[in-house]
């Protein structure tokens, strides 16, 4: 399982999590949500058949493809290399609530033609917020295309997701081979002045009972004192106020 925290930036709640491509999982998320997050950002979201419409050529009707629906939640996400498939190349997504839609929302597929990041924009009274949602394999492809990426609009006001990344950095605990990508993130979220936000605790916990990592990091910039006073932290998958005395719940199998 591998989830990231929830984070309640300058007033803006944001909840992100890997959810290995199930569908019902997303359908709980956006329910569960309603009251108490205005982002709600994904990795590996599910892609494939809803429904069927009627059809020429077969009578079983054409497939509409696509993830969960919700009447509050505007979905946004790279577009597909071929929306009529099953699209295992699509990482990301993000669901905002239309308590954010006067906000005139932007994601920049003109600056980041990826499956694998997506970098959406709000405009609030107090100017731009650039939010960037991430996931990154075990090669470090996203890792490594943000470090070469020459234009990415600033101040970027978040950078979250799942980096597959464990580095002793961002785990006092982590004992084991470091990424070879660690270094190249920190490098990139140094220049663009954030800093990790330390959750105290793993966040990833493998079925086989292997080592625990954090691999689903959030980062923030590190000049925003609001920020870090308001800053609030919980776990979708851990109810807790610290890192200890924790419980498991919501664990999407």
């Known amino acids: 399982m591998s989830d990231t925290p929830y984070v309640k930036f300058s007033g803006l709640r944001v909840y992100s999590q890997n959810v290995y491509k199930k569908y019902a999982w997303i359908e709980l998320l956006l329910n569960e949500r309603l009251n108490s997050s205005d982002i709600i950002f994904i990795q590996e979201p599910s892609w494939g058949r809803i429904r069927n419409v009627a059809s020429m050529m077969d009578k079983v009707g054409d497939p509409i493809m696509g993830m969960p629906k919700h009447p509050v939640w505007r979905r946004f996400f790279p577009k597909p290399a071929d929306p009529n498939l099953n699209s295992d190349r699509l990482h990301v997504a993000a669901f905002v ?8 929302l932007k994601l ?14 709000l405009n609030g009274p107090r100017g731009q917020l650039h939010m960037l949602n991430v996931y990154s394999d075990s090669k470090g492809s996203a890792i490594r295309a943000l470090q070469e990426h020459g ?5 970027i006001g978040y950078l979250g997701g799942d980096f597959k990344c464990p580095s002793d950095r961002w785990d ?7 990424s070879p990508f660690a270094e190249s993130l920190e490098d990139f979220v140094q220049a663009n002045g954030l800093i990790y936000q330390n959750l105290g605790c793993a966040t990833h916990f ?3 009972g292997s080592h625990p990592s954090t ?39």
Do not use: Y
């Open 97 to 104: 609530h239309q308590r954010l839609w006067a906000m005139k």
């Open 108 to 121: 920049h597929s003109d600056i980041f033609k990826s499956q694998d990041i997506m970098l959406l924009t």
């Open 151 to 155: 234009s990415i609009p600033s101040p």
């Open 172 to 178: 006092p605990e982590w004992t084991r081979r470091t």
């Open 206 to 208: 493998p079925e086989n």
């Open 215 to 253: 691999i689903d990091l959030v980062f923030l910039p590190g000049n925003d004192q609001e920020s870090s006073q308001r800053m609030d932290l919980t776990h979708p998958s851990l109810t807790l106020s610290s890192c200890s005395g924790m419980t498991k719940s919501h664990d999407p199998k």
